[in-house]
C-alpha cells in the first residue's frame, strides 16, 4: 500500500549532511501493525514522516496506492492525509478551546459527522471527557482523544509517533490498547523505543543512524 | 439548515474569537474606540463649516447686492438688475441692515438684522417658509424686530427680549430693540422695520434684495447677478459665495486633521500589528496540528482572513454604532439648546475611520503570509518549533 524505494532524508545541518533515513526500501501491507523500534536520534520519525507525506525524501521515491507522493502538489498531499490517514503525535496535541468532541470532529472539516464522533467517542470509552476542554483531562486522556480523532472515519493508515512517550506506562498502556483494538481494517504504523509497546505486532523493524538494522526481530 | 452549515459553525470564523474574548475583547476595544474617536473629531470639526452654512443659508432664497463707494448707486444697481436679468424676478426689495452676532461653537459670528418695509415683510416671510409661531410683525418705525425659532435659540430669546441694545457694541442700537415675533424655520432670519433703522442707523446705505420668481432660477440668477456686477461699484452676495469661503476657511485646519488621523491609524494599526502577531504566534501549534492532520495552507489561510474580517468588521461596525449614540448624546445635550449644527450621520466622519479595520486588516493577513511562507508543521507535532 505504501512503498519505499530507496528513500534518503538529509538534513543540513550548519552545513554538514545529516542523514536522518538512509537508502530505506520498505512496505506496508494493509491491515498490518508495523512497529518500527529504535533509539533516539535514529531516524524513526524522520521515516514516518516521509512515508506519510508530511516530509519530502531527498532520493528515493515514496509510492501511495502506486501514485509518488514526492510528485503530488501540496494540496493533494493534504487530502490524502486528510481522508486516507489519522495520527497520533508524541505530544497530545488539541485545540485549546474546542471540547474533546469538537478536537474529534476536526478529522472531518468538509462533513457533519458530529453523531459519529460522538457514538465513536462512548464506544472508546471517552463519553466523560466529550464536552470537556483540553485543559480539563489528564494527558491520558488528551492521547486518547487523539487516538479518537485519528481513527474517526476508519483511515486506511494510522501513524502514531511515539504515542506513549509523554505518559506514564498505565496510560501508555491504555493508548496503545485504544490503537490496536479500535483500527479496524486500517493499517497501524508505531514508531516507539519501548518495545513493550509493540507486543502484539504483525511486524517490526529496528532503526540505527538512519538505516534498517539487517536482523529484524 | 443542513449538517454542512453545522459543521461550519464548529471552526466557524467565530469560534476563535468568541472563546478567546480575553485576547479579542481588548483588540475589538481598540478599534472602537479609535474608530470612535475619528468619526467623533471629524464630525466636530465637521460641524463648524456646517454650522456657518446653516446659520447663513438664508441667502439661498436671494441675491443681496450693496453699493460701494457711493451710497446713491443703488437706485442704478436696481435698475440694472431689473432690466438684465436672465430669470423672471418675482420681487426686489430695498431695504437697510445692521449687525449683530450669533454665537457658534468657535465663538461668534456676524448676522444681520434687515429692515424691511412693511409690504415686504409677508413676501419675506413666505420665501423663508415661515410661520409665525407668536407674536406679530415689527411695527413701522418701532425698535421691535421678529426672529427664526432658530435664531431664538442661539441667542437665548423669547418674545420681548432685547435683542439690540445702546450700551453692546456688538449688538448695538441707539434705541432698545425687541423681538416681537418668532417664526418657525429651517432658516436663520431677523428682521425689524426698515424706517426704524433709517432713523437710527450708519451708514445709509440702501441694499437690495433679488428674488428670483422661481425658486429654481434662483441660482442662475445669483451667478448672472455676480458676473453683470464684476467689477462694478457693487458688492454681491450668494450663497455660492458663502459655501466657497466656508469650505475654504478651514483648508489648514482639515490638513492638520488629515495628518493626526493619519498618524493616529499608523500607531494604531502598528500597535494592533503587534497583538495580533503575538496571538498568531500563540496559534502556531494549533495550524502546525491542522497541517499536519492534512489541512492545507490555503484553507487556514482562509480561516484566519475570516476570522480577521468578523473581527474588523465587528469592531468597526460597533465603533461606529458607539460613535454615533455619542454624537446624538453631544448633539441634543451640548448643540440643539443653541442650534449648533451637528451632523450625527456625517458620512465623511464615518468614511475617515475606515483605514483603521481596513489598515488593522492587511497587518493581520501579511503577518500570517510571512508566518505561513516557510512553515513547517513537523516541527510543530516534533517540539522543534513553538
Ligand atoms: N529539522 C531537522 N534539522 C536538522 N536535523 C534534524 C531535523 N530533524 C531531525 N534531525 C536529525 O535527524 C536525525 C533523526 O531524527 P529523528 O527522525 O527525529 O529521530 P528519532 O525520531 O528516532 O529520535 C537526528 O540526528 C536529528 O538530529
Ligand atoms: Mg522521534
Redo the contacts with the bound molecule.
Sequence with gaps: MIDLKSVSLI?Q?HGKE?F?CKDIDLGVQPGEFLGIL?P???????LLYVMSGLKVPTKGSVEWLSRELGKMGDQERAEIRLREFGFVFQYPFLIGYLTALENVLLAFPAEDRRADAEKFLIELGLQDQMHRYPYQMSGGQKQRVCVARALLGSPKVVFADEPTASLDHKSGRAVMDLLIQNRGDGALVV?THDPVMLEGADRIIR?ED?EIAPKNA | MGGANKVKNKLGATVYLRRNLGKTMPLIGVIILAVMLIAGIVSLINSIPLSIKTIYSYSRNYVAVTPRGNALLTPLLRKSIEQGSPVEIDRLMVIRGTDIEVKSIVGNWPFVVLGLEQSDMDYYLKRMKAKVLDGRKPAVGEPEVMISEKLARNLNLKLGSVIQKPTDSDNYSPQEVKVVGIAESEFWFAFGSVEYQRENHFPPIDALLVFAKNPTDQKRLDDWTTATLKGENARVFTYKELEIQADTMFNILYQILNVVIGTLVVVITLMMGMLMNIFLSQRVQEFGLLQALGYTKRSLIMRVFWETTVFVIGGWVLGVLVAWGLLNVVKVTLMDPRSFALDTLDKWAYLYSLPVPIAIFAVSILTVFAKFKNFDPV?VV?R?LV
Excluded at chain 1, 40 to 46: D, E, L, V
Design positions: 538534513y545541518d545529516v536522518a529504535g533516539s536520534g535514529s531516524g524513526k520519525s524522520s514508531v532503526m538512519g | 516541527g516534533e522543534r
